[in-house]
């Protein structure tokens, strides 16, 4: 039984990938969530300096908050049967929060964050896309967009030894989900 959990927490957490909005990736962490987006405010000054001159005035920030949430389950199971069944299970779940917030800049030298590993859609540059001309405009600009990840295994078994069977079975689930808001330029406080 150890054995088994103990494959099923190497293939959860060493050999398997999650999917985030169509992607394939190995890690979704803080690392790769702040990555992702500035390499996406890289490709906002690009797409703005294109589109149209935005006038001096309009300051080229962001203000983003990131707040994200992991929840890992396992569960485990098993059960004879000998002149009647009889079973148990176990089943665990954790969670935890973390997050960051700051002003960021809107500049092309942030695009140097699109050749690294495993970046991720965050919805920072859609935002801007359909955005655009307000902020050029001088107004804010507000977004938030949320994605998950999630990564699983189970396994399972049944076995008899003359008139005795037996069941096993275990889970190991990891989701990690990240809201992005952002606010351009921010509002003075």
Wanted: hydrophobic share 40%; with cysteine.
């Amino acid at each position: 039984m150890k054995c088994l959990l103990s494959v099923l927490v190497a293939v959860v957490f060493g050999a398997s990938t999650a999917s985030a909005q169509s992607q394939a990736v190995y890690r979704y962490d803080i690392g790769v969530i702040d990555n992702s987006i500035k390499c996406e405010l890289g490709q906002v000054a690009k797409l703005l300096a294109r589109s149209s001159p935005v006038p001096p005035a309009v300051r080229m920030v962001a203000a983003i908050n990131v707040s994200g949430e992991d929840v890992v389950s396992r569960k485990i199971s098993g059960g004879i049967d000998f002149f009647g069944k009889f079973g148990g299970g176990y089943e665990k779940k954790a969670g935890r929060k973390r997050g960051m917030e700051g002003v960021r800049n809107i500049h092309v030298d942030n695009s140097v964050n699109c050749r690294k590993r495993n970046i991720v859609d965050v919805g920072v540059l859609s935002c801007f896309q359909e955005q655009a001309p307000a902020f050029v405009a001088g107004q804010t600009i507000t977004c938030n967009d949320s994605s998950t990840a999630t990564s699983n295994v189970n396994a399972g078994g049944k076995f008899q030894i003359f008139v005795v069977g037996a069941e096993v079975s275990g889970e190991l689930a990891n989701t990690r989900t990240w809201t992005i808001d952002l606010v351009a330029p921010p509002r003075p406080k």
